[in-house]
């Protein structure tokens, strides 16, 4: 065996605490699949007396970040302390230091992928992301490389574990979007603020890189249409449950006439779909590729041993590359920035829930709005009667924009009292 390999640290949280671990622990097995051994040298934190989740070797850690990044005895930077700044300045110091890098940081990488892998091209060294989107499954690479001979039409991901146990909960339980949020704030599933992952931000970011790579655009958080789960009620999952579909909340990316468009957003997802049966935090991605067909990567999504799995994975490959002389794919957004598709022209299927008045020439008055607008309606049901009259409606296929025009113009309806209800329909025939 050669000279170890020498990896640098920044972060022993979560995942930093999971990563020393099995670097530590499984330093042997490491170093025969990479060929050398691989050494955990130096180690950031912000706090070096806090407990560690992990026992480091003496005298690893240190505060200062930068001294890390620029050290020459270290070959690989690991950065795993999340947000934009000191990551970003540690990063560009660390490719211009020829240091190669792993990142789970895909705050940075959906904001500003574009100048850190740049600095890492022009440095001439790796710079590996598999952890930051869906943790501990495979499909940054996959995609890269396994699927590098196929044309990905869209992806449409579970990529939220959180908002995944939620609505999990509210569909198996009966619970209320407060109730199931509480669940899985008593389970440590969110954050202090859970708003980056029920208002669908966090699953925007890591949508963001998907697209990218999916298509070799540059695709930013900022393109993503978001929308979060906090508004769907009870009466939403039981209606979604008697007309054979769960509610998930989707990230979803397509490429239609060299046009992207990347959202987040919750959708009713027909039961017999395989996104429908992804349960509690697992996160799963769905891929369809020209040639390939359907693929789905399925597995946990967040957490310190998954996260890091795929962290050590990103370093092995890079002690081989260093060991052959060999580099890694790197950007492939060749086609720079992403034409983005107005988020009105998307097509889309709608389940509408309307509160109406009980009386003869209802049903024609809203079908005459949705004929107006040549959107058709799939199914219709009416339920109750008197002050309680409800029209359930699935639409076919038609653009965003006019969906809009039509939930607009059903609230100025004399016999509609309330549009009380509407959701994307994803995962059928029709799309
Ligand atoms: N947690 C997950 O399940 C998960 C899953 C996928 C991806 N990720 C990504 O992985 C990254 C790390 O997440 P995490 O959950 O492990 O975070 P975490 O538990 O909050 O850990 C962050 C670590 O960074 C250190 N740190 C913060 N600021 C620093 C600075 N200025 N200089 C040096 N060290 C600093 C902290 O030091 P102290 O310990 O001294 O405070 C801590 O050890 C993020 O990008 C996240 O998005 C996480």
Partial sequence: ??????????????????????????????????????????????????????????????????????????????????????????????????????????????????????????????????????????????????????????????????????????????????????????????????????????AASKLAILASIAFNARVVAGDVQREGITQISVTDMQAAHELGYEIKLLAVAEQEGGRISARVHPAMVPKTHPLASVRDVFNAVFVEGEHAGELMFLGRGAGGDPTASAVVGDIVEVARNMLTGARSVGCTCYHSDASIRPPGEVRMRYYVVLSVLDQPGVLAAVAGVFARHTISISSVRQEGFGDEATLLLITHSGSEGRHAEIFCELEALPSVKAVTSKMRVIGTAEG
């Fill in 1 to 202: 065996m050669t000279t170890p390999i020498r990896v640098g640290l920044l972060g022993c949280g979560i995942v930093g605490a999971a990563t020393a671990r099995i670097l530590l622990e499984h330093a042997d097995e490491l170093a025969r699949r990479a060929g050398s051994p691989i050494e955990l040298t130096r180690v950031a934190v912000r706090d070096v007396t806090k407990p560690r989740a992990v026992a480091l070797p003496a005298g690893t850690l240190t505060t200062d970040a930068h001294a890390l990044v620029t050290d020459p005895a270290i070959d690989i930077v690991v950065e795993v302390i999340g947000g934009i700044e000191p990551a970003r300045a540690l990063l560009i110091a660390a490719a211009r230091n020829k240091k190669h890098i792993v990142t789970a940081n895909k705050e940075l990488l959906a904001t500003l992928g574009k100048e850190v892998l740049g600095a890492a091209e022009t440095a001439g060294v790796d710079l590996l992301f598999e952890a930051s989107v869906a943790g501990g499954i495979p499909i940054i690479r996959p995609m890269k490389e396994s699927l590098a001979g196929d044309r990905v039409q869209r992806v449409l991901g579970i990529v939220n574990g959180t908002t995944n146990y939620i609505l999990t909960r509210m569909s198996e339980t009966g619970e209320t979007f407060a109730e199931a949020l509480g669940e899985a704030g008593a389970l440590g599933y969110t954050e202090l603020d859970p708003s980056a992952d029920v208002e669908g931000y966090d």
